[in-house]
């Protein structure tokens, strides 16, 4: 068999086989995360988002929560860094936890049967603020983790209003008679303004009537 034909079948044979080792296994699940930061006010609890699509029961995977941003202590010599949350053995890691987050931290026990594996931090501080991986070493996919940005703000949720104060005068604050007369200046004044107008209307009836009478003799008399 000479040298071309022998190249020529081992490329026919070994073509199928690699295109087989490279195409994507159906069915793999794959983590999701949240592309939107998580907001949240100092000493809220919150929730943050991570699961598997399509699901799948990781009770008996280890599942890691940590801060990719997070630089080792200087002082420890293996350089180690602790985690946020540890599941291992169907259980939490205190051990390996970062002290700040003991006794504050929790995953969905019934949730890791479908795949949720979102952590919930209770009491949020400021110093929670950052990004947050969640890695599942063992998992049978090519994306094993995914990132979510927590932002904790002051200002988050509170309103603030433009309007001011209403203010109360003072009982005792003396007012200026000239913008404010007194009512035992206003009622004698009213009275004597009725009384003036009454008198002159009387009056102007009066003479009315009279010079009505005078006309009525005159014509009486022709």
């Known amino acids: 068999m000479s040298i071309l034909m022998t190249w020529g079948l081992l490329l026919t044979f070994s073509f199928p086989l690699t295109f087989l080792f490279w195409t994507p296994v159906e069915g793999q699940s794959h983590m999701i995360g949240s592309l939107q930061p998580i907001i949240v006010a100092p000493g809220d609890d919150i929730i943050l988002p ?5 699901q799948l029961n990781v009770q008996s995977l280890t599942v890691e929560w940590s801060k990719p941003d997070l630089k080792p202590d ?29 006794g504050r931290t929790e995953l969905f026990t019934d949730g890791l049967k479908k795949g949720n594996i979102s952590l919930r931090i209770i009491n949020v501080t400021l110093a929670d603020s950052g990004r947050y991986r969640c890695f599942i070493p063992k998992l049978n996919s090519k994306v094993k983790d995914s990132v979510v940005e927590l932002v904790v703000d002051p200002n988050y949720g509170q309103t603030w209003t433009t309007e001011m104060p209403l203010q109360t005068p003072d009982p005792k604050e003396e007012r200026d008679d000239t913008v404010w007369p007194s009512r035992s200046r206003v009622i004698p004044a009213v009275v004597l303004s009725v009384a003036l107008i009454l008198a002159v209307g009387g009056m102007a009836v009066y003479l009315i009537k009279h010079n009505l009478q005078k006309t009525r003799e005159l014509l009486g008399k022709c």
Do not use: F, N, T
């Open 50 to 54: 991570c699961h598997l699509e399509p």
């Open 74 to 102: 200087p002082s420890d010599r293996l350089s180690r860094v602790g985690y946020v949350h540890l599941y291992r053995g169907r259980r939490e890691v205190v051990d390996m936890k970062i002290p700040s987050y003991i």
